[in-house]
C-alpha cells in the first residue's frame, strides 16, 4: 500500500507562483513514475506532467515551459512548480502512480485569479 498528500495549493493571481507537493508513504522503495493529473468539475482528469524514476520528464502541451516536475527521493516527494499562471489552470490538482492498481492523492484545490 502506497499513500499520497497533496499539498501546496491556494488562490494566487494570474502570472503567479505555487508548488505543489506530494508527500508518498508505504511501500515507496518500487515507485518509479510519478504523475501530476488535475480535474475541473465535471470534466475527465487530465495528465499533467509526469517524472520517470531516471528524472525524464513529459509535460502536457498546456503547460509546458511554465511547470516543471521534480522529486526528492530521499523525501519520496515530488513537486510540481507552477509558474505563469493562467485562469485556466484552476483545478484540483491530484498526484498518481501508475500501476496496479493505480494509486491516488486527495488532491489539492488551485485556483487562479483574473
Known amino acids: 500500500q502506497v499513500q499520497l498528500v497533496e499539498s501546496g495549493g491556494g488562490l494566487v493571481q494570474a502570472g503567479g507562483s505555487l508548488r505543489l507537493s506530494c508527500s508518498t508513504s508505504?511501500?515507496?522503495?518500487?515507485?518509479?513514475?510519478m504523475d501530476w493529473y488535475r480535474q475541473a468539475p465535471g470534466k475527465q482528469r487530465e495528465f499533467v506532467a509526469r517524472i520517470m524514476s531516471g528524472g525524464n520528464t513529459h509535460y502536457a502541451d498546456s503547460v509546458k515551459g511554465r511547470f516543471i516536475i521534480s522529486r526528492d527521493n530521499a523525501k519520496s516527494t515530488v513537486y510540481l512548480q507552477m509558474s505563469s499562471l493562467k485562469p485556466e489552470d484552476t483545478d484540483v490538482y491530484y498526484c498518481?502512480?501508475?500501476?496496479?492498481?493505480?494509486?491516488w492523492g486527495q488532491g489539492t484545490q488551485v485556483t487562479v485569479s483574473s
Open positions: 508505504g511501500r515507496t522503495a518500487s515507485i518509479s513514475i
Open positions: 498518481r502512480i501508475p500501476g496496479s492498481p493505480v494509486y
